[in-house]
C-alpha cells in the first residue's frame, strides 16, 4: 500500500469517503475563479462550502503532512498574546502569535516553517516557565503582514483609551478600510469584541447614561459591569459598531438591526447587534453567536442516561410534534440544533424557518422570517409543505394559525420541532388548549416535550463541600433513613472572577406522550390528573433533574433555586 502521506489533501479526504469527486472539482473551480494562490489550503475552501468540517480537515492534515494550518485573514488580534513575543523576534523567526489561551497556558504561533526546531526552542527558552507552544502552518507573507499590521499599536483596552485620551480621533477614518489599524477607536472595539469573547459572554451591553457609558457583558445568564467610560468616548464608539454591522450611521432616532462577523482564535464569531434610541443616546446590544458553543452534539447536553435514551426514542419516531419549552435564554435553541444535528444525514431532507437564523448548518435548508415579505411562520410553513421535507423546525409556535399549521405538517407524516414559551412541560398542554388547538388533534399527534433552564456550574477550583442540613436533605428528597449526603456550596477564586460559578449546563423534563397520557389529553382532564399520569410513567420534573445535578455536585441548591421553584418540596 502507498503512503499517505504522499497524497494531495482532496485525494485523501476522497479515499477517506469525506468528500466526492463533485465536490472537490467544485472547490478547485471556486479556487480558481477567486484569484487565489496556489499555497491556499484547499481544506480552508472545502469548510467554507461546507463539504467538510474543520476538524476533518485538520485529521486530514495531521495525517498528510504532520502539521497543522491558520489563517490569518480577518483577525482579531490577542492584546496578551502579542505581548509574549516581541516584534524583532517575530521578524528573525518569521512567527506571529495568534492567542494565548490562558486555561491552558498555551500560545498558539502562526510558523512559516513549523519544523524549525530552533526558532521553538528560543522562543520557548524567551517565554515564562510553563507556556507551551502549539505551532501552525501560516504562508510566509501572511505572516509578514501580520506583524507590520499589528505591531507597534497598543492593542490592550487601557492602553487605547489612553491613547485616545492623548491624541485626536479622526471620525471620517472611522469607516475606512485601508490602514484601519492605525485607527485606536477601531482598535478599541475590537479588543472589545475580543475580550468578551474571551470570557466566554453571551451579550454585550453598550448602555450611554448622561455623564457616562457603562459597559456591561453578560456571562453565564448574569449581568456583570466591566467598564465605565466617560461619554465623550461614545459617539466614536457607536459609529465604530454601525460601520461594522452594515447600520446606517446617518440615522440615530430608529432602531436598527445588523450583523458583525470576525475570526477570533481561528474560529468565526457572529454577532446580533441592535441598536436602539434612549434618553441618554443610542443604546447598543450584541447578542454573542459562537457556532462552537452553539452547535453541542446530543450526548454533550449533560442529560441523564435514562433521559437520553428516552430523547433519542423520540427523535426516532417518524412523524409527530416535538416541543421544547421554557423561557427566553434557556438554551431552547441549542437543544434543538443538537437534535437537529443528530438526524442530519443525507437521506434526511431537513427544513427550518427562524426569526432569525443564528447558527448556518450544512445540508439543512434555513429560512429567515420575512415580515417586510410578509411572511411569517404560518406562511412559512404553507411554502415549505410543498419543498418536499421530512423534518420541519418551526422557531417559536405564537399563535392559533401557526400552531394549526404544524399540527397539520405532522399529521401529514412530517416531524416537526417547535418551542413555546411555557413553564413546565405539561404545562404546554394547557398552553396549547389556550392557543385554540382542539384537544383531539394534540392527543396522537404530540410525540413529546421537553421542558430546560439553565444553570450555572459550579468553579471547579474553588467548590467546597458541605454536609447538608435537614432542610437541604428534604428539598433533595432524601428521608432521614438515608445516608448523610454531601453537597457542593459556591466560594469564589481569580478563575472564576470570584463568582463561584464557570459555565453554564441544563437542567431537563422529557415528557414522552404515552397512549395514557394522550387519552387524558383528549378528555381534557385537569392538569393534577396529567401530571399523576406522567408520574405514573416515570416522569422526572425539572426539581428532579436540579437536585440530581445538586448531588453530583455539578451546581449548588441555591443556583437551582434561582431558575426553578422548590417551595413544593418544603410543603
Same mark, same amino acid.
Given at each position: 500500500?502507498?503512503?499517505?502521506? =504522499? ?11 469525506? $468528500? ?79 492567542? !494565548?489561551?490562558?486555561? +491552558? ?57 489612553? /491613547? ?52 456591561? !457583558?453578560?456571562?453565564?445568564?448574569? *449581568? ?16 465604530? *459598531? ?20 470576525? =475570526? ?23 447578542? %454573542? ?35 421544547? &419549552? ?8 441549542? &437543544? ?15 427544513? +427550518? ?5 443564528? !447558527?448556518?448548518? +450544512?445540508?439543512?435548508?434555513? +429560512? ?22 421530512? %423534518? $420541519? ?18 399529521? &401529514? ?15 404546554? %398542554?394547557?398552553?396549547?388548549?389556550? $392557543? ?64 463561584? !460559578? ?26 393534577? /390528573? ?42
Amino acid at each position: 500500500m502507498s503512503d499517505p502521506s =504522499k497524497f494531495p489533501l482532496g485525494k485523501l479526504l476522497i479515499q477517506k469517503g469525506v $468528500i466526492s469527486e463533485d465536490q472537490l472539482r467544485i472547490a478547485l473551480i471556486e479556487q480558481k475563479r477567486g484569484g487565489l494562490p496556489s499555497g491556499e489550503p484547499l481544506g480552508k475552501l472545502l469548510v467554507s462550502l461546507g463539504f467538510v468540517t474543520e476538524a476533518t480537515v485538520r485529521e486530514a492534515l495531521s495525517e498528510n503532512l504532520n502539521q497543522q494550518s491558520a489563517d490569518l485573514g480577518n483577525l482579531v488580534v490577542d492584546a496578551i498574546a502579542l505581548k509574549l513575543i516581541p516584534k524583532d523576534v517575530a521578524k528573525r523567526y518569521r512567527v506571529f502569535p495568534i492567542v !494565548y489561551e490562558r486555561d +491552558t497556558d498555551n500560545l498558539i504561533l502562526a510558523m512559516a516553517d513549523t519544523s524549525n526546531l530552533v526558532a521553538l526552542d528560543q522562543i520557548s527558552a524567551m517565554l515564562v516557565k510553563g507556556i507551551s507552544i502549539t505551532p501552525m502552518l501560516v504562508n510566509e507573507s501572511d505572516i509578514a503582514r501580520a506583524i507590520d499590521q499589528y505591531y507597534g499599536f497598543e492593542l490592550s483596552i487601557d492602553g487605547i483609551l489612553l /491613547e485616545i485620551e492623548t491624541g485626536e480621533v479622526n471620525y471620517a477614518a472611522m469607516a475606512a478600510t485601508s490602514d484601519e489599524y492605525s485607527q485606536p477607536m477601531v482598535r478599541l472595539m475590537d479588543a472589545l469584541l475580543a475580550d468578551a469573547v474571551q470570557n466566554g459572554a453571551s451579550d454585550i451591553h453598550f448602555e450611554p447614561e448622561q455623564s457616562f457609558l457603562r459597559i456591561r !457583558y453578560r456571562i453565564d445568564g448574569i *449581568l456583570r459591569q466591566i467598564r465605565s467610560l466617560h461619554k465623550s468616548y461614545w459617539p466614536a464608539m457607536a459609529v465604530r *459598531l454601525k460601520v461594522m454591522s452594515n447600520m446606517n450611521i446617518a440615522e440615530s432616532r430608529a432602531p436598527q438591526d445588523g450583523r458583525i462577523s470576525i =475570526k477570533f482564535s481561528g474560529r468565526q464569531i457572529d454577532f446580533r447587534a441592535s441598536c436602539q434610541p434612549t434618553t441618554h443616546g443610542e443604546n447598543f446590544v450584541l447578542r %454573542v453567536l459562537d457556532r462552537a458553543k452553539g452547535l453541542v452534539p446530543l450526548d454533550g447536553l449533560g442529560l441523564g442516561e435514562d433521559e437520553l435514551h428516552l430523547l433519542k426514542l423520540m427523535i426516532a419516531r417518524p412523524h409527530g410534534v416535538i416541543l421544547v &419549552t421554557g423561557p427566553t435564554g434557556s438554551g431552547k435553541t441549542t &437543544t434543538l440544533y443538537s437534535i437537529l444535528n443528530h438526524i442530519n444525514t443525507e437521506g434526511v431532507n431537513i427544513m +427550518t424557518l427562524e426569526d432569525p437564523v443564528e !447558527y448556518p448548518m +450544512t445540508m439543512i435548508r434555513q +429560512t429567515s422570517i420575512n415580515e417586510s415579505a410578509k411572511m411569517g411562520f404560518a406562511d412559512g410553513i404553507r411554502s415549505m409543505m410543498r419543498q418536499d421535507p421530512d %423534518v $420541519i423546525l418551526v422557531g417559536e409556535i405564537r399563535d392559533r394559525e401557526t400552531a394549526e399549521m404544524a399540527f397539520s405538517a405532522a399529521m &401529514t407524516g412530517h416531524q416537526v420541532y417547535s418551542t413555546l414559551h411555557t413553564n413546565s412541560a405539561i404545562g404546554s %398542554v394547557s398552553r396549547l388548549l389556550d $392557543i385554540g388547538i382542539l384537544p383531539d388533534i394534540m392527543a396522537g399527534n404530540i410525540i413529546g416535550i421537553v421542558a430546560q433552564r439553565l444553570v450555572r456550574r459550579l468553579c471547579p477550583h474553588c467548590k467546597q463541600s458541605v454536609l447538608a442540613d435537614a432542610v437541604e436533605r428534604r428539598l433533595l428528597g432524601l428521608g432521614d433513613a438515608d445516608s448523610p449526603a454531601t453537597i457542593c456550596r459556591a466560594a469564589g477564586c481569580e478563575r472564576c472572577a470570584h463568582q463561584g !460559578y464557570k459555565g453554564r449546563m441544563a437542567i431537563m423534563e422529557i415528557l414522552k406522550v404515552s397512549a395514557a397520557l394522550d387519552e387524558a389529553i383528549a378528555r381534557r382532564a385537569p392538569l393534577r /390528573e396529567l401530571k399523576d399520569s406522567a408520574r405514573g410513567a416515570g416522569f422526572r420534573s425539572l426539581v428532579d433533574d436540579g437536585m440530581r445535578r445538586v448531588l453530583e455536585g455539578a451546581t449548588s441548591l441555591e443556583e437551582v433555586a434561582r431558575v426553578v421553584d422548590l417551595t413544593d418540596r418544603l410543603a
